[in-house]
C-alpha cells in the first residue's frame, strides 16, 4: 500500500492555521520585557526622594533580560534630579553599581534625617525659653495691703525720683513700649506705656517699703513721727541703683 505524502506549504498551512489561535489566546498573559533603551526614560523626580527613585529604576532593571552593568549604571546616573548628591557622583565616580549604592546609601540617611527633623516637635533652646518667661513674667506682691496716702502714687513716685530718694529701674525709658501697650496708661516708675502706676506691683511695693522705713511721712495723714529703720533694711537709692 502506497502512503501520499502532504506537500509542504500544505503541511505548513496547516500547522499556522493550529498555532495562530494559540498564540493569540495566550497573547494578553505574555510577560512583557523593556529592553535597555527603556532605562533611559527612568527619571528621578522632582520631589522623589533619592530611595524612591533607585527603588523603582532597579525595578525596571532586574526586568531586562542581559542588562550590561554599566548600561544600567550610566542611565541611573544620568536619570538623577540635579542637585549635590549627582555633584558627588560626578566627582568620585563610582565604576560600578556596588560602589553607586554605596554612594546613595549615605544620601538616602541623610534624607531620612531631614525628613525625621521636619516631622519631630519644635526644640527650644534654654535661652528660648528664659525669654519666655521673661516675657510672660507677672511680678506679685509681697503685701496683703497697701499704705493710704494723701497724695497720688503718680506724684509721690515723681518727687522722690527728683529728690534722688531712689533711682529709676535701669535703661527705664530707653527701650520703646511694647507692642500693642495701651497708651492711656502709664506707669512714672518704670516710664512705660500699658500700665498705670497704681497697677504697678513693683511701684506700690516700693512705695510701702520707703512708708514703713519713714521717707514718706509726709504723704500720710496723721503719721507725721518719722519711723526708725527696725527691720535693718538699705538704704532705697542702695536698693533700686
Do not use: W
Not at 532597579?58 to 538623577?80: F, M, N, R
Amino acid at each position: 500500500m502506497t502512503i501520499k505524502k502532504a506537500p509542504l506549504d500544505h503541511s505548513r498551512s496547516r500547522f499556522y492555521d493550529i498555532s495562530k489561535p494559540f498564540e493569540e489566546h495566550f497573547a494578553g498573559s505574555a510577560i512583557y520585557l523593556h529592553d535597555s533603551d527603556y532605562l533611559n526614560t527612568i527619571k528621578q523626580g522632582q520631589h522623589e526622594s533619592l530611595k524612591d527613585y533607585t527603588t523603582r529604576f532597579t525595578k525596571i532593571a532586574i526586568s531586562i533580560p542581559d542588562l550590561h552593568p554599566e548600561v544600567e549604571l550610566h542611565t541611573i546616573k544620568s536619570g538623577q534630579r540635579p542637585g549635590k548628591f549627582q555633584d558627588t557622583i560626578a566627582v568620585t565616580k563610582p565604576k560600578t553599581m556596588a560602589k553607586f549604592r554605596e554612594k546613595a546609601k549615605g544620601q538616602i540617611d541623610i534624607e531620612k534625617l531631614r525628613q525625621a527633623h521636619k516631622t519631630k516637635k519644635p526644640y527650644y533652646r534654654d535661652d528660648d525659653r528664659t525669654r519666655d518667661k521673661k516675657k510672660n513674667f507677672k511680678p506679685t506682691s509681697r503685701y496683703k495691703s497697701y499704705t493710704q496716702f494723701n497724695t497720688k502714687r503718680d506724684d509721690i513716685i515723681k518727687e522722690i525720683l527728683n529728690s534722688k530718694l531712689i533711682k529709676p529701674p535701669r535703661k527705664a525709658g530707653s527701650y520703646p513700649d511694647l507692642k500693642g501697650a495701651n497708651r492711656t496708661k502709664y506707669c512714672y516708675f518704670h516710664q512705660k506705656h500699658g500700665h498705670t502706676t497704681d497697677e504697678c506691683v513693683i511701684a506700690k511695693d516700693l512705695l510701702k517699703r520707703l512708708a514703713r522705713q519713714g521717707h514718706l511721712d509726709k504723704y500720710i495723714g496723721g503719721h507725721m513721727q518719722r519711723r526708725t529703720n527696725t527691720s535693718g533694711e538699705q538704704h532705697p537709692a542702695q536698693q533700686h541703683g
